[in-house]
């Protein structure tokens, strides 16, 4: 599993549907979900996050 630390800022929140969107310093966006644990409104625009992204892959072998 490979893993890299990102900075990126809030441009918006969803507190509804728990969602925020993030600004990459590459220039794009992701929405993403976020925990419940999460105080959304305690968040504002701007707000600059470390992120966590991991990767990984998951390999699945049958007899034929």
């Not at 630390?5 to 549907?17: D, E, G, H, L, S």
């Not at 968040?43 to 998951?58: M, N, R």
Request: charged share 25%; net charge positive.
């Amino acid at each position: 599993v490979e893993s890299a630390r990102i900075t990126a800022q809030v441009v918006a929140v969803n507190a509804k549907k728990h969602k925020v969107t993030l600004a990459f310093p590459d220039g794009t966006t992701k929405r993403v979900k976020v925990g419940k644990k999460v105080d959304l409104d305690a968040v504002p625009l701007g707000y600059d996050i470390t992120v966590q992204v991991s990767e990984g892959i998951a390999i699945t072998v049958q007899k034929p």
